[in-house]
Each structure stands twice: as C-alpha cells, then as structure tokens.
Nanobody
Framework: QVHLVESGGNLVQPGGSVRLSCEAS????????MYWVRQRPGKGFEWVSV????????YYADSVKGRFTISRDNAKNTLHLEANSLKPEDTARYYC???????????????????????WGQGTLVTVSS
C-alpha cells in the first residue's frame, strides 16, 4: 500500500524559507517520478514541481521557478522541497504525490490531478504571513 507522509510545514514570514520532506513507503520509490503539489485556500490543486525517478530531470511551475528546489534521496525513500523567498500567495497545503505517468510538457501545461497523479499524502501546511 502506497504511503506518503509529508512534514516541515510552518508559519513563516514573507521572504522566509521552509524545507518540506516526504517519506515514501509501500512501493519502489526509485521507479517513480514524484511531484510536489499544493492547494491554496479556496483553490484547486496545482503542480509545483516534479522530479524524475533518478533525480536527473526537474520541472517547476512558473510561479515558483527560481525560488523552489525539488530533490530526492532514493536510498532513504525521501522527497524534499526547499522553498525560499516565500510570498503570501505561497500559503497552501503542500502534498507529496506519485506520478501516474511520466509527465510531458503538454501534460504539465494541461495538468490535472486525474491525469497526473495516482497517490498523495495528507499534506503539510505552509502559511506565509507577517
């Protein structure tokens, strides 16, 4: 059974940083592309970043490019998101999620939960506020 557990969410001031982590179990983590996705208050899910199975390819949503960094440690079955220069609009619950298929640029452009994901955790809350 797929099990994804996120941690690291916190209340931070604008301009601050957080490091989110996800512990994965119940499946061969090293064989799957993995996402960080988020749900902002009153909004639907949106993809934030995705990383290939071996960590060699990474993609970011335009809204976080240059500020967020995704990484993974396949030896420890963990996924991370380093979020810097945080803005109030980054306030959201952040989820670690397993990719249903290897994402193409077209899929990322037309991204939806149903098309892209087949499992996700309970999420961790990041609040950016002064």
């Amino acid at each position: 059974q797929v099990h994804l557990v996120e941690s690291g969410g916190n209340l931070v001031q604008p301009g601050g940083s957080v490091r989110l982590s996800c512990e994965a179990s119940g499946f061969p983590f090293e064989d799957y592309w993995m996402y960080w996705v988020r749900q902002r208050p009153g909004k639907g899910f949106e993809w934030v970043s995705v990383i290939s199975d071996n960590g060699g390819r990474k993609y970011y949503a335009d809204s976080v490019k240059g500020r967020f960094t995704i990484s993974r440690d396949n030896a420890k079955n963990t996924l991370h998101l380093e979020a810097n220069s945080l803005k109030p609009e980054d306030t959201a619950r952040y989820y670690c999620a397993r990719a249903r298929v290897i994402p193409t640029l077209m899929l990322l452009r037309l991204w939806s939960v149903d098309n892209a994901l087949d499992a996700w955790g309970q999420g961790t809350l990041v609040t950016v506020s002064s």
